[in-house]
């Protein structure tokens, strides 16, 4: 079928004339459209009408040629889905960390001799905010970086090391004091959010998790010009690609310059996103600020497109640096015991707090441990509060899930939310070793949520361009393979992560990136699918994602992106 490369405008008697006396009037009459509704009653149509913003009629040609309206646009055959739903990703994260050193070898040796010739070409006293130290050649176990080894290349001055996966940092000596952590400091939770110790107390300088992140505006001052304009940046790079509607997953303390640069372009008109805002919980501690501080956020800075109902919660860690929470010991250490941010007694207490509050809770839950622990909590919560209960939940990643645990998710109504870029196969694999060639192989077992019943949704969550397009997180969670261009070197391109069932469909795909993503913020009455009384948000693709390539998906870029029935992204 010819697909033209832009979208033809006609203006034709039969649509929106004035002496059509009695037809009923819309604005726009959309047709000749490959148009994948995600409504299960009605998956395929031909067009669409659309008046004041909303889909008042979906169906035929036929159908449509009853309206009268000014503008038709003829799709040509194109393919158009539902407006996309970023279920956890990072705006304004994008930005934040401003480095004065980047470092690029993985092999450890290698790598400190990186740091020394640098250290030697740009002396001073000031702060070395460096990226990244490679986890994959430092962390064994419960070993990991030392602050010896970057006191002897820079014993004066305090160096901060973000880790390859951002998770963790390296800080010397210098550091540690100038942020008032010695050896007195109590972990914010053992064994996730921790200033790592060696038997006899000695601090290493590796700070894992939230330990790490309650000192990142003491370390990296934010500039606002860089920070406004990366963000504004990152929501154009998600909009051009088909985003309508995403949730934040944090911005560690950094949400009051987001949220006010967000309510600043809504008030001007350009937002293009809706925008779930939240409030992160990264230590126990935070936990009694969470409601409070969204009722502000809300108050201060909420809007129309602008949201705060989802609070975040940290559950446990990542398997990187051996701090998510594990049923079974890591592989490379049999002594060490996973733990989670919260018990199932204190998160069913404070889930019962927020359905008194009326708010939503989304977790970060990697390890078979973090899993159990919510839906144990979960299904405490639901059991004391009845009929009635409020919080929608969403567990986030999901990279091992006891089977035991599988149905439980469709029973407890909690949504599964997966970031779907993430599941080909990495070479090397940094939690491999941690995690045993068993449970690497178990990772991310999406298909059994969804044929259980599950709501199952994905997310980018990153703040770099490259790897947010909804199409990569499609093609991925479709092939179980990256994109050829992101092998390693020698890296077989035939490898996929899971069996073979875990190669999704693209229904499952798209659904999980519309429909499902629309239930877990609460949209689902207007947005995620193309319905007649939904917002008019959708998506006209140059190809049907059926159809072509699927090693080629990642590259798709919408022809032209529609929001509330107003062209966003593209032209007509």
């Known amino acids: 079928m010819v697909r033209p490369a832009h979208v033809i405008l006609l203006f034709l008697p039969l649509f929106g004339c004035a002496d059509n006396a009695g037809a009923p009037r819309a604005d726009w009459v959309l047709t000749n459209g490959e148009i994948y509704t995600v409504n299960v009653n009605q998956p395929w149509v031909e067009a669409v009408v659309i008046n004041d913003g909303d889909f008042v009629y979906v169906g035929s040609e036929a159908g449509a040629a009853v309206y009268a309206a000014d503008k038709v646009t003829d799709l040509g055959g194109r393919m158009v889905i539902p407006g996309i739903v970023d279920g956890h990703t990072h705006p304004g994260l994008y930005g934040i960390e401003q480095y004065n050193a980047e470092f690029v070898e993985t092999d450890r040796e290698a790598f400190l001799e990186e740091l020394r010739i640098w250290a030697a070409d740009n002396p001073g006293e000031d702060w070395v905010r460096g990226c990244c130290w490679p986890v994959i050649s430092y962390v064994d176990g419960s070993m990991g970086p030392d602050r010896r080894s970057l ?9 901060w090391l973000t880790s390859s ?14 942020l008032g952590v010695d050896e007195d400091s109590e972990d914010p939770r053992f064994p996730i959010a921790t200033y790592k110790r060696e038997a006899d107390g000695r601090l290493t300088g590796w700070l894992k998790e939230g330990a790490g992140w309650q000192f990142f505006n003491q370390v990296f001052e934010i500039n606002e010009e860089i920070h406004n304009a990366s963000v504004r940046e990152f929501l154009d790079y998600l909009s051009v690609r088909g985003v309508t509607t995403l949730y934040d997953g944090g911005n560690l303390d950094y949400s009051d310059a987001v949220y006010q640069l967000l309510s600043d372009l809504e008030e001007s008109g350009e937002l293009p996103i809706r925008y779930e805002g939240t409030y992160m919980v990264s230590v126990p501690q935070r936990r009694a600020l969470a409601v409070s501080e969204m009722r502000r956020f809300r108050e201060a800075y909420g809007g129309e497109r602008l949201q705060f109902n989802t609070i975040k919660l940290f559950m446990d860690g990542i398997h990187e640096n051996r701090s998510s929470a594990m049923l079974e010991p890591f592989a490379d250490d049999l002594d060490y015991k996973s733990n989670t941010t919260l018990s199932p007694e204190e998160l069913r207490d404070w889930l019962i707090e927020l359905h008194e509050a009326q708010f939503d809770l989304h977790i970060h839950t990697i390890g078979d441990l973090a899993v159990n622990v919510v839906l144990e909590g979960v299904e405490m919560a639901r059991d004391t509060v009845g009929e009635g209960f409020y919080p929608r939940v969403t567990m986030a990643h999901l990279q091992n899930i006891h089977p035991g645990d599988r149905e439980r998710f469709a029973e407890l109504g909690i949504s599964a939310n997966f970031t779907a870029w993430w599941h080909g196969i990495d070479s090397p694999d940094p939690a491999l070793s941690g995690l045993g060639p068993v449970r690497a192989h178990q990772s991310y077992p999406v298909r059994p949520l969804y044929d259980s019943g599950a709501n199952v949704t994905f997310s980018s969550d990153d703040w770099r361009l490259e790897v947010l397009s909804p199409f990569l997180g499609i093609q991925v969670g479709h092939t179980r ?5 992101m092998l390693s070197e020698g890296q077989d391109p035939e490898a996929f992560k899971g069996p073979a069932s875990e190669k999704l469909p693209l229904e499952y795909m798209i659904r999980g990136f519309t429909l499902n993503g629309s239930h877990q913020l609460r949209l689902e009455d207007r947005i995620g699918s193309i319905e007649s009384g939904k917002s008019a948000d959708f ?6 994602l059926f159809e072509m390539n699927p090693k080629s ?11 509330e029935g107003e062209l966003v992204q593209g032209a007509l």
């Open 151 to 159: 006191d002897e290349i820079f014993p004066d001055r305090p160096v």
């Open 165 to 178: 996966s951002w998770h963790s940092y390296w800080l010397n000596t210098r550091a540690l004091e100038a």
């Open 481 to 485: 393979q990256y994109p050829d261009i």
């Open 539 to 544: 998506v006209l693709l140059p190809e049907n």
């Open 553 to 563: 998906i990642y590259m798709v870029v919408p022809d032209a992106v529609i929001m």
